[in-house]
């Protein structure tokens, strides 16, 4: 009877030491000193400081307990600040990155319309014509029944019933020998006065180079 309760006890104290050995220390720091990382339920982790057992050169009497978080849910909080924070970053390059995309966007737009104008306007100085051609005026395009292209001087309108071709369009000649479409003229001309008066009013800029919105202040009222 002595030896089965002998056995029965040693066998329940390896049944706890087995299942000890199998849960591991339940707070027991690292063995290289260093700390576990906090995660958060991103998989985003925090890193914490190392420890040390001997902070300035003094022993310290039980590094773990000095160096041990004291609040579990402050691992967890900091793992959150973690991810949290790697998202906004995401989200700020991304939205830059959309503006610098739309930005591409236009300045293809307005290559292309470059290249389109550029193609147009060496056509229309190729076009024939008996004249010599002169900045500031109106030319108008006219198509002969043999299928050549040529300027005049003289609008439909000067022609009335009898115009003799096809009408094909007006364009005005601007100073850099670029062509406008009657359609635009009104609209072209518009920026050009403004960048005039810009031009001759150079004391209207702001002497600083600093950014200022004294001008928007002042139309919003504010």
């Known amino acids: 009877m002595l030896f089965r309760r002998a056995a029965r006890g040693c066998g329940e104290v390896s049944g706890v030491m087995a299942s000890a050995a199998e849960l591991g220390p339940a707070e027991e720091a690292p063995a290289n000193g260093g700390v576990r990382p906090a995660t958060g339920r991103g998989g985003a982790a925090a890193a ?33 600040q973690v991810q949290k924070a790697d998202e906004f970053i995401r989200a700020n390059a991304t939205n830059k990155l959309m503006v610098i995309a739309e930005q591409i ?11 389109e104008d550029a193609h147009r306007d060496a056509d229309l100085h190729h076009v024939a014509c008996n004249i010599v051609k002169k900045p500031g005026n109106i030319y108008y395009l006219y198509k002969r029944e043999s299928g050549q292209q040529y300027f005049s001087i003289i609008s439909p309108k000067e022609w009335g019933t009898s115009c003799p071709h096809d009408f094909l369009g007006a364009y005005k000649l601007q100073h850099d020998l670029s062509w406008t479409p009657y359609e635009d003229i009104e609209k072209h001309d518009a920026k050009i006065n403004i960048v005039d008066k810009l031009l001759s009013q150079p004391a209207a800029l702001p002497p600083s180079t600093e950014p200022t919105f ?4 002042q139309e919003s009222g504010l």
């Open 48 to 80: 914490l400081v190392e420890r040390s057992s001997s902070p300035g050169g003094l022993a310290l009497l039980s590094p773990y307990h000095t160096h041990r978080a004291g609040d579990p849910l402050d691992l967890v909080a900091l793992a959150q």
């Open 105 to 115: 966007q236009h300045l293809q737009e307005q290559a292309r319309k470059v290249l």
């Open 214 to 217: 004294q001008g928007l202040t």
